[in-house]
């Protein structure tokens, strides 16, 4: 049986660096479609938000809260998924970064953005993304593993 609540202190800190991380995300998101719409509106406060070192800064803050939150979820869950899912946002978001101008910059950070928070959501959830069955002639599964 599986259920969306945390069974013990190393789930529930997972699950809570994951929803700080979505939140991060959120406001990435929020930060980037405001910076679009100010730019077009009222250059001097689109100037401010797109300074690159916001930019700089939610990206070392993603790095660091999806390090500790995707690394602590592989360890607890041993599911590769999110940590690949969110590995491949953070590449994105770095060629954001380094790309820093136009649409490539938006679409690139947007895209890593989205999928890091789909990782961290995944990694909320934690082992509840398996499927878990029991055999009664062996061991519990879990699909394509076998737990001693």
Same mark, same amino acid.
């Given at each position: 049986?599986?259920? *969306?609540l945390? *069974? @013990?202190?190393?789930?529930? @800190?997972?699950?809570r +660096?994951d ?7 959120? !406001?990435? +998101?929020i ?6 719409l ?6 001097s ?8 070192a ?6 070392a +803050?993603a790095i660091?809260?999806g390090?500790v ?9 041993? *599911? !590769?998924r ?7 946002? !953070? ?9 820093a ?13 989205? !999928?890091?928070?789909?990782a961290h ?10 499927s ?8 519990? +599964? ?7």
């Open positions: 049986m599986t259920t *969306d945390p *069974d @013990s202190s190393t789930d529930r @800190s997972i699950n +660096l929803r700080m991380a979505i939140g991060l995300s959120s !406001l990435c +998101l930060h980037c479609v405001a910076t679009v100010l730019a077009a509106t009222l250059a406060a689109g100037a401010a938000l797109a300074n690159p916001w930019h700089e800064i939610g990206f +803050l660091l809260i390090a939150a995707l690394g602590r979820g592989y360890l607890a869950h041993h *599911d !590769l999110p940590l690949l899912i969110g590995s491949a946002g !953070l590449a994105l978001m770095g060629v954001g970064l380094i790309r101008e136009g649409l490539p910059e938006i679409a690139s950070t947007m895209a890593g953005v989205a !999928l890091l928070a789909g959501r995944l990694n909320a959830r934690g082992h509840v993304g398996h878990h069955r029991r055999d009664p002639n062996g061991p519990d +599964l879990v699909v394509g593993r076998r737990h001693a």
